[in-house]
């Protein structure tokens, strides 16, 4: 198979050897270079030459797995970055956080992080690279859309808010800026990139979903049956223990207070919600360097219900036992009694989707930590 792009360089027999010994930016690596199409010799055609997992026979005879998908994520798994580089922006970053009255925050990975898995890539599931640094980070789009999402829907800790209610409504507009089309006007604080403070430790995570077809069905005849087979799906992660900084700007410096609130908001929202991909299932936790959680590379266990917001899940109603469920990422959230929460779905179609199926939505749900999931109720949609 002919790929002009993988020259050899220098005296080195291919591009892999290259990259691993004068390194350089590992997610041009990831993103452009996979180098693992296998031949499947039980398909013909277009289709013999792909990442897909099969089984093969060694030079001896003996059944192998071939898994060019795994194969491809451990070529980055280990630890990333140019610590000269990383040090470098920490200084620069510091002087801007000085110069603009702003914060510079610490926080600690207590769990898997998985950041960017909806980019495309050959893999299937991608991955958030820094462009020029070549490491994993979280956009300040993504960190602005987590605190926001946190106090939109679960922080009431203000006593002017509880008074007066349409004051946190303003509150937020004044700091994130006013969501439509036709706002064009921006919030009071600055959310940088949160990017790691040092060369970071990545590793290769599998996800196993048991019910692809009872998913994949829009008909909702398929049930979520276990004579289905599992589908395991490599993807990357920031492991446990990486120490990330991110950085909040006051717009103008009469706005130092906002900043201050935002960061207390942030905090919460790491701890609670966690950032970046499959949030739903405890990844992306984070806490704040000094508390004493994450440094050890294990997550701290929780202690009593953790709520949790899940986005886009599927709601299914059983009208014979008036329960309402809410699935994501294989994890089902369950209602019983909850014939008033169905009537509050509103309109005669999403309640029919609601009995197929077939309604998306956003739920607010409860953790246990005995693994029981707790559906609260439907988000309203904005």
């Known amino acids: ?28 690596w990831y993103d452009k270079f996979c180098d693992q199409w296998r031949r499947n010799p039980r398909k013909q055609g277009p289709l013999d030459w792909s990442l897909e997992t099969f089984e093969s026979q060694n030079e001896r ?34 002087q801007l956080l000085e110069t603009g009255g702003g914060t510079a925050l610490l926080f600690n990975t207590a769990g898997p992080f998985a950041t960017g898995l909806g980019r495309a890539h050959p ?10 640094l070549g490491v994993p980070y979280l956009p300040g789009s993504s960190v602005k859309g987590l605190v926001r999402a946190y106090v939109e829907y679960w922080a009431d800790d203000e006593a002017e808010w509880k008074a007066n209610p349409e004051q946190k409504k303003a509150d937020i507009q004044r700091i994130f800026g006013p969501r439509g089309d036709d706002a064009h ?11 790691p403070t040092g060369p970071a430790r990545l590793k290769a995570d599998v996800m196993t979903p048991h019910y692809g077809p009872y998913y994949q069905d829009s008909t909702g005849q398929t049930p979520p049956a276990d004579w289905h087979s599992p589908v395991p799906i490599p993807f990357l992660v920031v492991a446990p223990g990486n120490t990330f900084q991110f950085g909040l700007l006051p717009r103008r410096q009469d706005y130092r207070d906002d900043c201050r609130k935002v960061a207390e908001w942030l905090e919460q929202a790491l701890h609670w919600l966690g950032a970046g991909a499959k949030t739903a299932v405890g990844y992306g936790r984070m806490a704040k360097e000094g508390s004493g959680a994450g440094r050890s590379g294990q997550a701290q266990p929780p202690e009593g219900p953790q709520p949790a917001l899940w986005p886009k899940a599927t709601i299914r109603y059983d009208a014979g036992r008036a329960e309402l469920s809410a699935t ?8 019983k009694d909850a014939k008033a929460l169905f009537e509050a779905l509103g309109s005669n179609s999403r309640k029919e989707k609601a009995k197929k199926g077939q309604l998306s939505a956003d739920v607010k749900v409860l953790l246990h930590p005995d693994g029981h999931i707790e559906l609260l109720e439907m988000v309203p949609p904005a």
């Open 1 to 28: 198979m002919l790929r002009p792009l993988y020259q050899p360089l220098a005296n080195d027999t291919n591009l892999r050897t290259a990259f691993q010994r004068f390194g350089g930016n590992a997610g041009l």
């Open 61 to 94: 005879g003996q059944k192998a797995i071939v898994n060019p998908k795994t194969a491809w994520i451990e070529t980055v798994a280990g630890t990333i970055g140019d610590r000269t580089q990383l040090d470098e922006l920490q200084r620069r970053r510091a």
């Open 123 to 132: 893999v299937e599931n991608g991955f958030a690279w820094h462009h020029t």
């Open 185 to 195: 006007a921006i919030g009071s604080v600055i959310f940088l990139d949160a990017l």
């Open 328 to 335: 994501l990422d294989g994890k089902t959230a369950l209602r």
